[in-house]
């Protein structure tokens, strides 16, 4: 099936600093939702954005809904080891539907 | 407010054995989604219902997986017979009312 490219597919970072992913499609969506899953838990709702150019923050997580429609970002101001995991996007692109595709995953190494 | 529950969390058949997953989606949300994880991957749609009518089916191979929500609250996944490519996670999700998913923690199914 069709999955969002996303990227990077995996990063190390050292605890404090900040970090940016993104996710990428060839659709234009309607909706972006960002979630984060721990090892042998379900994926948890971070962020949902609704409508391109917005910005939206949870804490120390910014997510912005890309203007082109065909993109999304996540940004982790300074990180602390909790924030170890994989970091999905999921889109949905037909309106009515609520139709989700998810991306390739993004995993976060923190080193303190 | 009870999140989504799944069980079992755990399940370890033989190929060609079956087995069924169990999903209650949150109190009043009408669209419930069984995805399928593989390791390493984003979660992929199998099925998505609203109330106890499928919306799509598309990726479900329906030569062995099945179904249901009869009464369009709770529902079961079944895998007969289940092959060695079946080993995943299985995770059931309901949608909120902006459009938002809710996962449960998911059912890991290994097929010796």
């Known amino acids: 099936g069709q999955q969002l490219n996303q990227s990077p597919q995996s990063m190390f970072i050292q605890e404090g600093e900040d970090v940016s992913m993104n996710c990428t499609s060839s659709?234009?969506?309607?909706?972006w939702l960002w979630y984060k899953q721990d090892p042998g838990e379900g994926p948890v709702l971070l962020i949902a954005l609704y409508k391109a150019g917005e910005l939206t923050s949870n804490g120390r997580l910014t997510a912005q809904f890309g203007i082109t429609r065909k993109d999304s970002f996540l940004n982790i101001s300074a990180s602390i080891p909790s924030d170890v995991g994989i970091y999905f996007c999921?889109?949905?692109?037909?309106?009515?539907?609520?139709?989700?595709?998810f991306g390739t995953g993004t995993r976060l190494k923190v080193l303190a | 407010e009870a999140g989504v529950a799944q069980s079992p969390r755990y399940k370890i058949i033989e190929k060609r054995q079956s087995v069924a997953f169990w999903c209650n989606p949150i109190?009043?949300?009408?669209?419930l989604y069984w995805y399928q994880q593989i390791l390493g991957q984003g979660p992929k749609l199998l099925i998505q219902f609203q109330n106890n009518g499928v919306v799509d089916d598309s990726q479900l191979p329906k030569d062995r997986f099945s179904a249901e929500r009869l009464k369009g609250v709770d529902s079961t996944l079944k895998i007969q017979p289940a092959k060695l490519e079946d080993s995943a996670v299985y995770l059931c999700a309901s949608r909120g009312g902006w459009g938002e998913l809710f996962f449960g923690e998911g059912s890991r199914l290994t097929v010796l």
């Open positions: 999921a889109g949905r692109s037909l309106p009515g539907t609520y139709k989700y595709i």
């Open positions: 659709s234009i969506f309607n909706t």
């Open positions: 109190s009043g949300h009408a669209t």
